[in-house]
């Protein structure tokens, strides 16, 4: 399996304000991908991010709002910014490794934004 | 879109066998079924998989109709530990470029 670590675990922020997370992996990793978890429902993709290209956002989420770097094969992250009670929410990065043809996710990011 | 159905939550007695149930009537012959499952605060942690032959290992067993059309996921005893959110996906294996689509699951509820 892969490790991964998310930074921070658990923020509180101000409305308005930005935060950045980031994710790190144990090894070498072609894809990367966001996720976000309103409160109560299911894992929603934000966008793909490939090392060296600009990261593909899904439907409803744009880079101006969500920009995503990903500056090597092992880690990324992710900035919420101007932020919104609405973008209070578990942010979770993932991996595939090819070796397993399987998604691993890591402990996720809690954010509650005021 | 997610392509399963599920239903939106179960209670299951500890101690005995949890059998989640899934749909998946339009998945495609390359297409591989997963299991998911999401303890609370946690992120979600892979079970299984299979195509078509029913498969085990030691988390649980996954047993796949003949026409590929549905699929229930077998924990054999179940523990307390095992309350979470469950995630039935179909995905083309080898598919590295293309995430997880998660539906909206099964709550398992394990009661002592």
């Known amino acids: 399996s892969a490790v991964i670590s998310q930074k921070p675990s658990r923020d509180i922020c101000q409305r308005g304000t930005s935060l950045t997370i980031q994710c790190q992996v144990d090894?070498?990793?072609?894809?990367m991908f966001w996720y976000r978890q309103q409160p109560g429902q299911s894992l929603t993709l934000i966008a793909t991010?490939?090392?060296?290209?600009?990261?593909?956002?899904e439907s409803g989420f744009v880079i101006d709002k969500f920009p995503i770097s990903r500056p090597n094969l092992t880690f990324s992250t992710l900035t919420v910014s101007n932020m919104s009670p609405e973008d209070s929410s578990i942010y979770l990065c993932?991996?595939?490794?090819?070796?397993?043809?399987?998604?691993?996710f890591g402990p996720g990011t809690r954010l509650t934004v005021l | 879109d997610a392509k399963t159905t599920q239903p939106p939550s179960m209670d299951c007695a500890e101690g005995r066998a949890a059998n989640l149930p899934c749909n998946h009537s339009t998945i495609s012959g390359n297409e591989y079924v997963y299991w998911y499952r999401q303890i609370h605060s946690q992120g979600p942690q892979y079970i299984i998989h299979g195509l078509k032959n029913n498969e085990t290992n030691e988390m649980a067993s996954l047993i796949i109709t003949e026409d590929r059309k549905s699929s229930t996921l077998i924990l054999p005893h179940a523990t307390l530990r095992d309350t979470a959110v469950y995630y039935c996906i179909v995905r083309e294996r080898n598919s590295g470029n293309t995430p997880l689509v998660f539906g909206k699951g099964t709550r398992l509820s394990v009661i002592a």
């Open positions: 993932s991996v595939e490794r090819d070796l397993y043809n399987e998604q691993f």
């Open positions: 090894s070498q990793v072609t894809m």
């Open positions: 991010a490939n090392q060296g290209s600009e990261a593909t956002y």
